[in-house]
């Protein structure tokens, strides 16, 4: 079974709005990091927000926030207010337990409309 | 500010050809990874190393080869290039903890012709 599932191959989104890009996964461990990355088309990795599995509050960062709902075992991406900038690969990443590895989904490319 | 370093940026191969995709990380972290990324699989673990003189295997470790240097040093080694292997390779770096993030560098464009 897949760890990291992104549904979303596809996205646009009308500059300004809001959007969600969905991310689920699939772990057994009760101790397990969730991330999301921004890959522009200029190919560098950028860490955009981490959430914990203990954390009772949905993590925020500046227009990026988690929306984290451990029982669906999803990890959704909300961006508010959608930049130009902001059109990209995103891809959502788990890290289980103390374990080293670090497992990511297909992505998701997000264009920003004008 | 250097991060994660890795060279070359762009390297075009015959088939059966050898390299050795080079990887540097000046954050003291233990663990250090090798990706690669195609079209639609996103990134794929082909190995990574937890600590200076161990390497573990990932998704997809055939037709390659590792080794850790030092702490600093993870270097990525295709003995004989095959046009499957033609991807964008990224290394990357981590401390040991759930909470840490990963560290890229800024990828590796080969090309097996």
């Known amino acids: 079974a897949q760890k990291i599932t992104q549904t979303q191959p596809g996205m646009f989104v009308q500059e300004k709005e809001a959007v969600t890009l969905d991310c689920t996964y699939d772990?057994?461990?009760?101790?397990?990091?969730l991330f999301w990355y921004k890959q522009p088309s200029s190919g560098e990795m950028i860490f955009l927000i981490y959430q914990g599995s203990y954390d009772e509050q949905n993590a925020t960062e500046g227009r990026y926030s988690l929306n984290f709902q451990k029982a669906r075992k999803s990890a959704n991406l909300v961006i508010s207010a959608s930049q130009l900038g902001d059109s990209a690969m995103y891809f959502c990443a788990m890290r289980e337990g103390a374990g080293n590895q670090f497992y990511f989904g297909t992505g998701t490319s997000l264009t920003v409309i004008p | 500010n250097a991060g994660v370093t890795q060279t070359p940026k762009f390297q075009v191969l015959k088939t059966g050809q050898s390299m050795t995709l080079q990887c540097a990380q000046d954050?003291?972290?233990?663990?250090m990874y090798w990706y690669r990324q195609d079209p639609g699989m996103g990134l794929r673990l082909i190995y990574y190393?937890?600590?200076?003189?161990?390497?573990d295997k990932g998704e997809v470790p055939n037709g390659y080869n590792v080794s850790r240097l030092n702490k600093r040093e993870f270097s990525l080694r295709l003995e004989s290039a095959a046009p499957s292997q033609t991807s964008v390779y990224f290394c990357?770096?981590?401390?040991?903890?759930?909470?840490?993030?990963?560290?890229f560098g800024e990828g590796s464009w080969l090309t097996v012709v």
């Open positions: 190393s937890a600590s200076e003189g161990t390497t």
């Open positions: 990357a770096s981590s401390e040991g903890s759930t909470g840490n993030t990963i560290y």
């Open positions: 772990t057994s461990d009760q101790s397990y990091g």
């Open positions: 954050m003291n972290h233990n663990s």
